[in-house]
């Protein structure tokens, strides 16, 4: 049914497309002219042939001086000579045997309505070879190769290359119709180039897409997940404007727009640009830094010493880095500030943390018994890791206590807070369930007073210590 309908839109198309080119050509039929008229206009074609071909002293050759001093320049695309074929010569002797060369109808006369008709055929058969080489021949081809990423592509491009072939065998059938203005010949062949080439650019742009999904993929089975991803982001960026630059420059090439001209004024607008945004280029090429060099990633836990704020990386932008804290707020920080920022990455290369704490003792009691008792309180502890040592170091003498400092690992960072008050709470209980002895700092005061004051003390105090009214 789909096949159905689309024939049937080439074969309106190509007719109304037609008739209405006809009617632009001109509203009445076209007279066949005279061998008297015909050897004029030949020698008056070639006159001005010969004169446009002239060369002008000091110019150079292809454009030659009316009398008025103007000069007449050759156009972009070159008026094609209108020369009947085989089949039109034909089809002029069947309608002159047949005694239906006078009729006309829309403008178009019998000989063109039969030209018409077999151009809507060649349409059709150029439509119909087209599919088929594409739903049969190439399809068989890419079925017996040993990969499946063709097939994909064929299934992809599919529409694209539909409408290619039905641009082909529309411009195919209108372009041998003599009855059409050689303008509008010329019309018909810029615009069938431009229709050509932006259904190139959507197959290209689909197989670009497609084989940078590809390579994601098999980088993923060998890398980080979250890398390739950031990594490749760059690339498809790169690479989509690489071809869409190459599809716009041939297009102004194709229509004589010199592409110089085009980058002289894009490079006078850049420089203007890159002047009045300064900062948003300098966020740009950081962004770009960040994502070749890769000091963190989507999905780590970082620091930023130079905004003093830390949590989860949740978008490397071209521009700005987001960061969600742990009280759910999200951090925008321009990506220049991210590039000379000294960062902390809490998850890479490896999620699994170290922390410590540090432990006050009171002197005059053994080391070896609050060492042991340390290191086998921590190791109990849900959620430390049981591969990795429980270290319990005598680091310092402080002024009244033995300082120890505990340390162990844990699985994620995330954990951090919690793990301290489990910790905390356990070596409290431990210790003072061993009547270890963790003092506190205490002061004693000694106040020096001279006899006059102390006098006056006593004076002020009765002899029950009560002070008098």
Not at 131 to 159: K, P, Y
């Given at each position: ?265 894009l490079g006078l607008g850049g420089l203007a ?11 740009f090429i950081s962004g770009i830094i960040l ?175 009560a002070s008098k009214p």
């Amino acid at each position: 049914m789909k096949l159905k309908s689309t024939i049937m839109t080439v074969v309106i198309l190509l007719a109304i497309g037609a008739v209405f080119l006809a009617a632009c050509s001109g509203s009445e039929n076209p007279v066949e002219p005279s061998p008297e008229a015909t050897t004029k206009a030949t020698l008056e074609t070639s006159e001005t042939m010969e004169a446009i071909n002239t060369e002008v002293p000091g110019e150079g050759k292809g454009v030659g001086s009316g009398e008025d001093g103007l000069q007449v320049a050759a156009s972009r695309t070159p008026v094609p000579t209108i020369t009947p074929g085989a089949v039109e010569v034909v089809v002029e002797s069947f309608t002159e045997n047949v005694g239906i060369e006078d009729f006309s109808f829309l403008w178009l006369s019998s000989a063109d309505w039969i030209n018409l008709a077999l151009s809507v055929i060649l349409a059709l058969f150029l439509y119909k070879m087209g599919m088929w080489l594409i739903q049969s021949f190439l399809r068989r081809v890419v079925e017996r190769t040993a990969t499946d990423i063709d097939d994909h592509l064929l299934t992809g491009v599919n529409d694209q290359i539909r409408w290619f072939i039905t641009i082909f065998a529309i411009q195919t059938a209108l372009l041998r119709l003599h009855f059409i203005n050689p303008d509008l010949k010329a019309g018909i062949r810029d615009l069938s180039f431009t229709l050509y080439l932006v259904t190139a650019f959507f197959i290209t742009w689909k197989l670009v897409g497609a084989a940078l999904d590809q390579l994601q993929d098999r980088l993923s089975q060998r890398m980080d997940p979250n890398q390739v991803k950031t990594l490749m982001q760059l690339a498809r960026w790169l690479v989509k404007f690489f071809v869409v630059f190459i599809f716009i420059t041939i297009l102004l090439e194709f229509f004589g727009i010199s592409i110089t001209a085009v980058t002289a004024v894009l490079g006078l607008g850049g420089l203007a640009l890159s002047l009045a945004a300064q900062d948003t280029i300098a966020d740009f090429i950081s962004g770009i830094i960040l994502l070749i060099d890769q000091p963190f990633r989507v999905g780590d836990r970082i620091q930023v010493d130079k905004v003093n704020t830390w949590g989860d990386v949740v978008e490397i932008g071209m521009r700005t880095t987001k960061i969600l804290t742990r009280d759910n707020r999200l951090v925008i920080i321009p990506n220049s500030t991210m590039g000379t920022s000294a960062v902390v990455n809490y998850s890479f290369p490896d999620s699994r943390y170290r922390v410590q704490i540090e432990l006050g003792i009171g002197y005059g009691q053994d080391i070896d018994e609050i060492r042991r008792i340390i290191v086998e309180t921590v190791e109990k502890i849900d959620g430390v890791l049981k591969e990795k040592p429980v270290d319990a170091l005598f680091l310092e003498f402080g002024d009244t206590t033995m300082t120890f400092r505990v340390r162990w690992w844990i699985d994620s960072y995330v954990d951090t807070r919690r793990m301290f008050d489990k910790v905390n709470q356990a070596l409290y209980t431990a210790l003072e369930g061993a009547g270890i002895e963790m003092p506190f700092t205490t002061y004693d005061v000694n106040i020096k007073l001279g006899n006059e004051n102390v006098n006056r003390i006593s004076e002020a105090f009765d002899e029950d210590g009560a002070s008098k009214p």
